[in-house]
């Protein structure tokens, strides 16, 4: 009826329906593990050197058995057979399998369809992926000489390593029978890597309370060549209250076997901007009327598309009530800041280099203040080539050519257009590919403190221990050629708070202790805000999260009792546009908790 009511009653429709009435999908992972280690130690030099080798081999074999998950080709099947699959017995010839499915599927009325139907598009999977590991190392350590202020000792040593990783999917992409709705179908991949190292370390002491730590490693990878690790340390005793410590370090480090070879997984993150096609997007080199090149934006989308004849072009839903490219966004909701990523390893990642400098004291019994130690350093790391996935976010505005210099012909054979699928029909986003990929420039600073004291109160003995975080900037590059974004305190990166502390306040009498622990968040902007400073999309305020503990021990038994966020505190909401999108239901359960208050009671016994 519905259908039939439209002024053209058999054009074609697309069908956007959530698959709720078919329960969850469950996984189960089995693990095998086993861990083989040998070695032997020594002496030699009248016992002032020692050595010690040692050989090891690990094998991790892991199955994954996917249930209760649809299977694309039958639920399509029911959805074109009349009244959404009513009745029982279908069979469709050449496909080996029949569906029954007595109430049919409720498309657009409400209820719950027969057990029966949900059956007949249940599906099961089961990928398998294996890694292994050998490592036999050597390293030997002693006094070389002494100086004035005391003996030079060092440290050196040989290692070798290596690592397979294989995968097996359940989901095979040339399977065309049976596609699960719900994962991303991949072929098997696989690869190895082994790397041989020599290090060297030594301990000097300069002059009385002054040492200092040097060290080199050099690294030989079969996938990276030759690579160099090395550091230049520091402490200074100055006397019985302050010490201070700092240095440099230069590290290389090349890819590991995951960001090398791993197969295909799909990932929804974070989409601040939405789509760059949609007339809702809050990028300024978008599909918006105010941006100069709006045509060739719009050219873009359809080259992308791979036709002039998808809902991109054709569609009258919009909410500006302009038809089609002028008036596009997505059906529902308008404003979606989420994106399907393909995350893969890349064998053409090269190693990624970082700098960092650090600074620091360590104070003890300050001011005459008993069992009193404070700790505060300063860092500064500078992070080349960076390894990550590339973000979809990056490959969007690098495609649609954002800062005005990477893609100024809009051509859609340009590198980074290539990795963005569109729906041919309905013209929305599908997917973007990231592959692992060398970004550019990192940087950030921030200073880290730490704070411990105790002291006795009646017949027991009170403490405090608090952490504080401060983070100065951090400042990335989507793409190497890309300008940095500044991210500090904004949620892009996964969250990178202004102020983070966590504090314990905690009591113990002989075998009884309690504790109160003390979380605090700085607010912190959205994620858009990083990359579009005047958006209008609202981070989150501050927050505080108290947990409360207690144990006793007595003998080989052990008591926990505990309440987790002890006053209820109830999550931040983030990315909240006011006018376009609320989200309220949205957080980010990594730093917010979405739990509420709990109980918890444990028991141990050792025997």
């Known amino acids: 009826t519905l259908l039939d009511s439209r002024a053209q009653p058999d054009a074609d429709w697309s069908l956007y329906r959530v698959l709720d009435f078919n329960g969850p999908i469950e996984v189960e992972h089995n693990d095998n593990v086993y861990q083989f280690t040998a070695g032997l130690k020594g002496e030699f030099m009248d016992g002032d050197w020692t050595w010690d080798a040692y050989v090891s081999r690990g094998d991790t074999r892991r199955s994954s058995d996917y249930s209760h998950m649809p299977s694309l080709q039958r639920y399509q099947f029911l959805i074109n057979q009349n009244n959404f699959g009513q009745g029982s017995g279908f069979v469709n010839s050449g496909r080996s399998y029949s569906v029954s499915c007595p109430s049919g599927l409720p498309i657009f009325a409400g209820f719950t369809p027969d057990p029966e139907c949900v059956d007949g598009f249940d599906t099961r999977q089961v990928d398998r992926s294996r890694l292994t590991q050998e490592i036999a190392e050597l390293n030997i350590q002693g006094g070389l000489f002494d100086l004035p202020a005391g003996e030079v000792r060092v440290a050196a ?41 020599y290090y060297v370390e030594a301990l000097v002491p300069v002059i009385e309370g002054l040492n200092l730590e040097l060290g080199y490693r050099y690294s030989d990878f079969s996938t990276a060549g030759g690579q160099d690790t090395y550091k230049a340390m520091f402490t200074y005793e100055m006397n019985d ?197 060398n970004l550019g420039l990192l940087t950030t600073q921030g200073v880290d403190v730490t704070a411990n004291w105790n002291m006795d109160v009646g017949p027991g003995t009170f403490g405090v221990n608090t952490s504080l975080n401060f983070l100065d900037s951090f400042e990335y590059q989507q793409s190497p050629d890309s300008p940095q974004i500044d991210a500090t305190g904004t949620l892009d990166q996964g969250g990178l708070f202004d102020f983070r502390t966590f504090t314990t306040f905690s009591y113990r009498w002989d075998d009884f202790s309690i504790g109160l622990t003390w979380r605090h968040l700085s607010d912190i902007d959205s994620e858009a805000s990083s990359s579009q400073p005047t958006t209008t999309i609202q981070g989150a305020d501050s927050y505080n999260m108290f947990n409360l503990n207690a144990g006793y021990n007595w003998g080989n038994y052990s008591l926990r009792v505990g309440i987790d966020n002890l006053f209820d505190e109830d999550p931040e909401s983030i990315n909240n546009n006011p006018g376009i999108d609320s989200n309220s239901g949205t957080t980010n359960a990594g730093y917010y908790d979405v739990l509420g208050t709990r109980y918890f009671v444990g028991l141990k016994a050792s025997f």
């Open 157 to 197: 040593g040989a290692s070798y390593r290596e690592n397979t990783y294989a995968f097996f999917p359940g989901n095979p992409a040339n399977s065309v029978v049976e596609n699960p709705i719900g994962t991303f179908s991949s072929n098997g991949s696989g690869g190895a890597i082994d790397v041989m190292e």
């Open 241 to 437: 209250m302050i010490s201070f410590r700092g240095g440099y370090q230069f590290a290389t480090r090349a890819p590991n076997i995951a960001e090398l070879f791993s197969a295909p997984s799909l990932e929804v993150v974070g989409f601040p901007l939405n789509d760059l096609c949609a007339v809702t997007t809050l990028a300024p080199w978008g599909n918006v009327p105010g941006n100069p090149d709006r045509l060739q934006v719009q050219q873009l989308c359809r080259d992308i598309i791979g036709n002039d004849t998808s809902g991109f072009d054709t569609q009258t839903y919009s909410i500006t009530g302009l038809p089609g490219a002028d008036g596009f966004h997505r059906a529902n909701p308008p404003f979606f800041p989420l994106e399907i990523e393909i995350v893969q390893g890349n064998p053409n990642v090269a190693p990624e280099q970082g700098e960092t400098y650090t600074i620091g004291a360590v104070i003890t019994d300050p001011f005459g203040i008993e069992n009193l130690t404070i700790t505060a350093d300063y860092y500064d790391i500078e992070i080349t080539d960076t390894i990550s996935p590339i973000s979809s976010s990056a490959v969007y505005n690098d495609c649609f050519n954002s800062n005005g210099s990477s893609n100024p012909s809009y051509d859609v054979n340009y590198a980074p257009c290539q990795l963005i699928t569109r729906n041919a029909v309905s013209g929305d986003r599908a997917q973007v590919d990231a592959l692992y990929s």
